[in-house]
């Protein structure tokens, strides 16, 4: 663990300095370890791929007596009761929906059911939430579908929209402009107002992704 | 009872503090961008520190009162009416039913904050009322201000003004200086390019609003390209590729990916936040002890 100074109140933790999933599953096991601390003074931890990003209240703690407090709770070995949840995603990868997939079939030679059984055939980590509340980076996706992103972005890509950039995949909570490939689209809620976690994903869960039919997605609130 | 707004403001939002300890899930702290001017119309209304106000950018927000309350009017310097009558900003002032009060021109700096006695009753979301668009989150709808809409509040009477003394009264120059706390990548800028980092001065481009502040000057180069994307601060100074800094403000992205040679000390981004693009820009390096002191001197002398 290499602690380093992020702002007047903040500091970050690497845990490496590449992505792979030795590391990621040390920032999650680092970043349960901090869960279960629950420590007061300690307002924002955000795991990612290689780090935790931390926020503390300078009221409390000066930067080396954080760093101390940190030093000596966290722990990045696994705990064996760490259940890993595996997050089913329904995804209907209709042409319709899934709009690069035609694009994609022409630059990798695959049929489009291919790419469809390529893709949902695969168990994801989640190795970072970002950019939109709910946005899950997933790793990683069958070299055979990998996909640099569009050169140049769409203005709005529609919400549940199921997506793939370079080795990443990733579903769209809600509409947003956005460069990645887009193969299909699901119903489920990638962050609920209502729901207590807000997000049914988490750093450290497993994402399998279902391939559903047209009248399946439809009747899960889907919309075309 | 209540506010109501009578015609469109150009970028008026609803904010407070900020929403926290929900980034792990990409969601911003979002917040006022000059808490500052915020905590003082809070302090002259005799609110709790963290109490709803309104922001305002580019001017011009008509009120009229359904209620009677206490208000004040902080930040830039900017042309406000109350029936008609010229007022000053930095003070309390009452307001009766029917009244109508109107935010003109920006004079000088660019955010102007309005607060009622008691804070706007509008549910928060997420423990917050702040406004973030691309988030669709807090105010009204999660979305900018619009004609037509009522923000309820309670009724106050103040048998005095409170007014700031003048000498707190911040100016809005056209030169800042900001301190920086090296952090983050700082060890990839080789030593000539953070020394001409602290040395070169840059200008407020137009990309400029409440997710950052984009510069133009001297570029900056940096020994590697991008990052693994990381937890980002407020404040954070990004270096892309073109070598021009992005100061990243309240409602930047969660994580993102360009190298960070440091960050400005929040209690400076306050000042930025009412700074205008084509504003000069220097940077100062400040020790991170020092650097708290200062942060713990700015919220202290609010308590």
């Not at chain 2, 840059?202 to 570029?219: D, H």
Request: net charge negative; proline share 3%; hydrophobic share 35%.
């Amino acid at each position: 663990m290499d602690f380093k100074l992020a702002s007047v109140d903040s500091l970050i933790i690497y845990f490496g300095n590449e992505i792979s999933a030795d590391i990621s599953s040390k920032v999650k096991n680092a970043y349960l370890s901090l869960q279960k601390l629950n420590c007061e003074g300690i307002i924002e931890i955000i795991p990612s791929y290689s780090s935790i990003f931390i926020t503390y209240d300078i009221f409390k703690y000066d930067y080396e007596k954080v760093v101390e407090l940190l030093k000596n709770s966290i722990t990045t070995k696994s705990n064996e009761s760490n259940d890993e949840k595996v997050v089913n995603i329904d995804v209907y990868y209709g042409v319709e929906v899934g709009l690069d997939l035609e694009d994609m079939s022409t630059k990798t030679d695959l049929s489009i059911q291919e790419i469809i059984d390529i893709h949902s055939n695969k168990l994801y980590d989640v190795y970072a939430i970002g950019f939109l509340p709910g946005f899950a980076y997933l790793a990683s996706v069958d070299q055979r579908i990998a996909m640099p992103r569009l050169s140049s972005p769409r203005k709005q890509i529609p919400k549940g929209s199921v997506s793939i950039a370079d080795t990443q995949t990733a579903v769209y909570p809600q509409a947003s402009p956005g460069g990645w490939n887009i193969i299909g689209r699901t119903a489920l809620e990638l962050f609920d107002k209502n729901l207590d976690s807000l997000s049914p994903l988490s750093v450290g869960n497993k994402v399998k992704f279902n391939s559903i039919s047209k009248e399946e997605f439809l009747s899960q609130g889907g919309i075309l | 009872m209540s506010l109501e707004i009578i015609n469109s403001p150009l970028f008026a939002t609803l904010q407070d503090q900020g929403r926290f300890s929900y980034t792990h899930i990409g969601v911003t702290n979002s917040g006022v961008m000059d808490e500052y001017s915020y905590l003082v119309a809070n302090k002259i209304l005799g609110n709790k520190l963290d109490t709803n106000i309104i922001e305002i950018s580019f001017s011009n927000v008509e009120f009229k009162s359904n209620v009677n309350t206490v208000i004040a009017i902080t930040g830039s310097s900017c042309e406000f009416f109350i029936n008609g009558v010229s007022k000053n900003t930095w003070q309390s002032h009452n307001i009766k039913v029917g009244d109508s009060i109107k935010i003109g021109k920006i004079l000088e700096g660019s955010r102007v904050y309005l607060g009622v006695k008691g804070g706007f009753d509008i549910n928060k979301e997420f423990g917050s009322n702040s406004t973030t668009i691309k988030e669709n989150l807090g105010g009204i709808d999660g979305d900018r201000l619009k004609k037509s809409q009522i923000l309820p509040c309670d009724t106050f009477v103040q048998s005095h003004n409170t007014r700031l003394k003048d000498t707190f009264i911040p100016k809005y120059e056209n030169e800042l200086e900001l301190r920086v706390v090296l952090s983050y990548q700082d060890e990839f800028f080789p030593k000539e390019q953070i020394e001409k980092f602290f040395s070169s001065s840059y200008i407020i481009s137009n990309e400029f609003n409440r997710m950052g502040c984009k510069l133009k000057g001297e570029a900056i180069s940096c020994d590697i390209n991008g990052i693994i994307s990381e937890g980002i601060s407020f404040g954070a100074i990004q270096i892309p590729s073109d070598g021009q800094p992005i100061i990243l403000l309240k409602d930047r992205q969660t994580i993102g990916g360009y190298p960070k040679i440091g960050s400005v000390l929040s209690i400076d981004c306050f000042k930025l936040a009412q700074a205008k693009p084509s504003c000069k820009i220097t940077f100062k390096p400040i020790e991170i002890k020092e650097a708290q002191e200062k942060v713990r001197e700015f919220y202290s002398s609010f308590n």
